[in-house]
């Protein structure tokens, strides 16, 4: 949809998904992070002490994957990597430097948001099926001691992952100006689509 103001970017349940998940995002790690270490430990107390953090650090995660499951099924689509963001990953240093004229066409999302994508939906489901190995006292029993150890590796290192990956969706989503607002508001102006989602801003509008 698009009228004078800008064009529609989310619905209020896309935006209300999305949200729910950096809420639950943030409570994972911050108990996940408690309990990884001991110089950490003290984020415990926002969760009533270790023992408590614990047992809810599981059960967020797990309702965060499933809303994340809902988003991925929803959006997939949106993030097919073309030979035009190939090219844009490939330009990093354009794009770094603002050269967006350099940059080849843009469509809905750019390279760098659909290769961001993709590791969490790789991480997410590194952390689930890890997660569930050591989750006591509910599934413990059917894996041996040395796969729980080498899950709960790949669990950190798969946290580690998705951190990281965050910080550099929420400082690009500050970086380029309007882009959370589309977030917020479900509306973006015309401008912006122009400017970072020309490809998208013709498929919306029709015009050239
Ligand atoms: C914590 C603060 C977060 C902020 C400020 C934030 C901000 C945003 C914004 C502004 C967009 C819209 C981008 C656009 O329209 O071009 C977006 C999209 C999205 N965000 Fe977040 N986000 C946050 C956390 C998360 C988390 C924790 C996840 C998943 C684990 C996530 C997954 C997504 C997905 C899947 C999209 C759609 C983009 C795509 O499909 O490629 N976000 N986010």
Do not use: C
Request: net charge positive.
């Amino acid at each position: 949809m698009s009228n004078q103001n800008g064009l529609k970017r989310y619905t209020g349940s896309e935006r209300l998904n999305h949200w729910l998940i950096a809420l639950l995002f943030v409570l994972a790690g911050l108990s996940g992070l408690a309990m990884f270490h001991p110089s950490m430990f003290f984020l415990s107390g926002l969760f009533g002490g270790g023992s408590l953090t614990r047992i809810v650090h599981p059960f967020i995660g797990s309702a965060m994957f499933v809303l994340f499951l809902i988003i991925s099924l929803r959006f997939w689509h949106h993030n097919v990597l073309n030979k035009n963001d190939i090219q844009w990953l490939k330009q990093i240093g354009d794009v770094m430097a603002n050269h967006e004229e350099r940059l080849p066409e843009v469509g809905r999302y750019n390279g760098g948001q659909k290769a961001a994508f993709w590791v969490m939906v790789v991480s997410m489901i590194a952390l689930v099926v890890t997660g569930v190995m050591f989750w006591r006292p509910y599934f413990v029993d059917y894996f041996s001691v040395d796969v729980r150890r080498i899950a709960a590796v790949v669990h950190a290192v798969a946290a580690w992952g998705l951190i990281l990956t965050i910080i550099v969706h929420v400082y690009a989503a500050i970086w380029v100006k309007g882009t959370i607002g589309g977030m917020r508001t479900g509306m973006v102006s015309r401008a912006w689509a122009r400017k970072h989602h020309p490809g998208w801003f013709k498929e919306e509008t029709g015009q050239k």
